[in-house]
């Protein structure tokens, strides 16, 4: 167990459709990273948070969003989603500094209809 | 931009067998370089990490890796695999200025019993 908790753990929904996956750092963590595997694309850096700021983007799609709240829990927003979506969505969290290691949780398996 | 290659995609070796699994990257600048191990239905897991010093890292699980820096390689090594080693190994880099861990394609290493 990592620490980090990611729910749901699985998810289905339609073409078109939202969701929100959710994260919670490990206690004391500050920095938030959600990161998408797929098999075509193999494990993609999106976004990350620092202590409620966004701080790096990756290849994220516009149509995907997210947020860290004041207790440093994150959300990951998916909208008009697509087939191509489907994928497994892992967050992770760590201290300050590139140098710190992150802690992955069990990740959010999407698969969209 | 950064990119990490790992050559093998499937390594099927027999318990007690060496493993060998190669790394390169591509970035101009000073990298920190990570090995995680994703097991069967788990989460990612921290093999072992370089930041300085002496090129060869010794992680858990009796791993280790070697850096070379003048063929910009992180080889992961282990000299006798178990069959619990089963599961996908990927190589990621981040540059010292950012957090954001740039994956590798991951390698699948299946050790028959």
């Known amino acids: 167990d990592s620490g980090v908790t990611q729910t749901p753990k699985h998810l289905i929904t339609a073409t078109g459709q939202r969701v929100t996956l959710r994260c919670s750092p490990r206690?004391?963590?500050?920095?938030v990273y959600w990161y998408q595997q797929s098999l075509d694309q193999g494990l993609q850096f999106l976004i990350q948070?620092?202590?409620?700021?966004?701080?790096a983007k990756g290849n994220i799609l516009e149509r995907f969003s997210a947020q860290q709240f004041p207790d440093l829990h994150s959300e990951l927003n998916l909208s008009s989603l697509e087939l191509g979506d489907s994928a497994l969505y892992f967050c992770?969290?760590?201290?300050?500094?590139?140098?710190?290691?992150?802690?992955f949780g069990p990740g959010t398996r999407l698969l969209v209809l | 931009a950064q990119s990490v290659s790992q050559h093998n995609h499937h390594v099927i070796l027999s318990e007690a067998a060496s493993l060998e699994l190669g790394c390169n990257y591509s970035?101009?600048?000073?990298?920190?370089l990570f090995w995680y191990v994703q097991y069967p239905g788990q989460h990612l897991q921290l093999l072992l990490k370089?930041?300085?010093?002496?090129?060869l890292v010794k992680g858990i699980k009796g791993f280790e890796a070697e850096f070379i820096k003048s063929k910009f390689s992180f080889n992961l090594r282990k000299p006798s695999v178990q069959w619990s080693d089963t599961a996908e190994y990927f190589c990621?880099?981040?540059?010292?200025?950012?957090?954001?861990?740039?994956f590798g394609q991951g390698t699948t290493l299946q050790v028959k019993p």
């Open positions: 992770a969290s760590s201290g300050m500094g590139a140098r710190e290691t992150q802690y």
């Open positions: 206690s004391g963590d500050l920095s």
């Open positions: 948070y620092y202590n409620g700021e966004e701080r």
């Open positions: 970035y101009g600048g000073t990298v920190n």
């Open positions: 370089y930041f300085s010093g002496d090129p």
């Open positions: 990621a880099v981040n540059a010292p200025h950012t957090g954001k861990l740039i």
